[in-house]
């Protein structure tokens, strides 16, 4: 079982190259720079991750398991194992898989939302919206089940989890409850959350979190925010980093837009001490993205995204499809994370059998230019071309 403390990452003793040995800041100049590992920021980011390089592989529900995660982390990254989807057997064997598969650090990702109260009124009017819907593909809507197919992190999840004891754990939508964050630590996981903006940054340290994932408005799939629904208040990643770096004192990590070297570049340039990228992933080798999301991705002319409230209930970025044009891209019928799915899984699965994403999150961030259809190892491989040699 590795764990940050125990990793050793080469990385302490890696010679700061460039002119920056001494002054991280002289390592930039106009016709290029680096960005040397000596940069306190990417140094602490690399001492709470444990990895060799500072890039987390984000967290990608639906489109992931075991086998992303290990290729990233035996290509140098934390491999992510996003677990929110994944029923309590699932996630047993995906953690028995990645922690016999590497003795590298790897990171468990939960939701930390609070479950709503069932609403059936807003339900019945959000079925009436999609009626013509559910008349096209025949659809009876009698069969649509109800309930909430995503819990939050709980004690059941940490039951099968503290066996593992994953180096780190990150969270979207929060924090747990005060409790199940106070285990989750006392078995020795790092932890990590989402902010979307300045305010929930500092909240997440003040509230325990050992490092902060600045998300910003381009990053695909859910918003992390907890604090306030007001979309808003969040800004893209290049006005968000800053201010959250001069906000908090533990590692940023930084999320959202993030696809190739460049971006990776502009991120550390903003103060990252590490980058979280998503999309960048969403073709490689090991992802299991269903095929009418393949599609849309391979395709150029289908790279617009926006931000949804249609598909969970809770605003979230994916390629714009025929839901989101028609009925959305936000709605007010839709019920609230994550009760909206729900009436739309008969479509979905309907309209998917058919070849189709008409109904399906397509989630996806806005920089499409690192997405390749190579081994995650080689995507990893591009990202690094952003650090400079003592890094990569
Ligand atoms: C398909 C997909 C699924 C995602 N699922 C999760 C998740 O389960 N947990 C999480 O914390 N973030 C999730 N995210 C958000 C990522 O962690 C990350 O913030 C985002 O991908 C970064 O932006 P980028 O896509 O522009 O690289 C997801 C993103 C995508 C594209």
Not at 249 to 255: D, G, H, N, Q
Request: glycine share 8%; hydrophobic share 45%; with cysteine.
């Amino acid at each position: 079982m590795s764990s940050p403390a125990a990793a050793s990452p080469d990385h302490a003793a890696a010679p700061a190259s460039g002119s920056s040995a001494s002054s991280p800041s002289s390592s930039f100049s106009s016709a290029s720079f680096s960005v040397s590992v000596s940069a306190p920021a990417i140094r602490a980011a690399l001492d709470l991750l444990g990895s060799r390089l500072p890039i987390i592989q984000a967290p990608l529900a639906g489109v992931q398991l075991s086998a992303l995660t290990l290729a990233a982390c035996r290509a140098g990254a934390v491999g992510s194992l996003p677990a929110a989807l994944l029923t309590l057997d699932v996630l047993q064997r995906e953690l028995q898989l990645i922690s016999s598969g590497t003795d590298q650090p790897y990171n468990v990702n939960f939701f930390a939302h609070v479950t709503p109260l069932p609403d059936p009124a807003r339900e019945a009017r959000w079925r009436e919206r999609l009626a013509p819907y559910y008349t096209e593909y025949g659809v009876d809507p009698a069969t649509i089940t109800s309930g909430f197919g995503r819990q939050p992190f709980n004690h059941e999840v940490a039951d099968v989890v503290e066996a593992f004891k994953p180096p780190i754990v990150s969270f979207h939508f929060g924090l747990p409850a005060p409790d199940l964050l106070a285990r989750v630590k006392a078995w020795g996981s790092r932890v990590l959350s989402t902010a979307t903006t300045v305010e929930e940054a500092v909240w997440l340290q003040a509230h325990g979190a050992d490092g902060v994932i600045a998300q910003g408005w381009e990053a695909g799939g859910h918003r992390g925010h907890f604090l306030s629904a007001d979309l808003t208040r969040q800004c893209g990643l290049m006005a968000l980093l800053p201010q959250v770096v001069k906000a908090v004192s533990i590692p940023v990590i930084a999320t959202g837009g993030i696809s190739d070297a460049a971006s990776v570049r502009a991120a550390l340039a903003l103060g990252a001490g590490a980058v979280q990228p998503g999309t960048a992933f969403l073709l490689s080798a090991e992802a299991i993205t269903s095929p009418p999301h393949r599609q849309a991705l391979r395709q150029p002319d289908l790279h617009h995204t926006a931000v949804t409230n249609l598909m969970t209930g809770r605003p979230a970025r994916g390629i714009v499809n025929r839901l989101m044009r028609e009925v959305g891209p936000m709605n007010e019928l839709a019920p609230a994370f994550p009760m909206a799915g729900n009436a739309l899984a008969p479509l979905r699965a309907k309209a998917e059998a058919q070849g189709s994403g008409d109904f399906s999150p397509l989630w996806a961030g806005q920089n499409f230019s690192g997405l390749k259809e190579l081994p995650a190892a080689d995507v990893i491989a591009a990202l690094a071309e952003g650090f400079d040699e003592g890094v990569r």
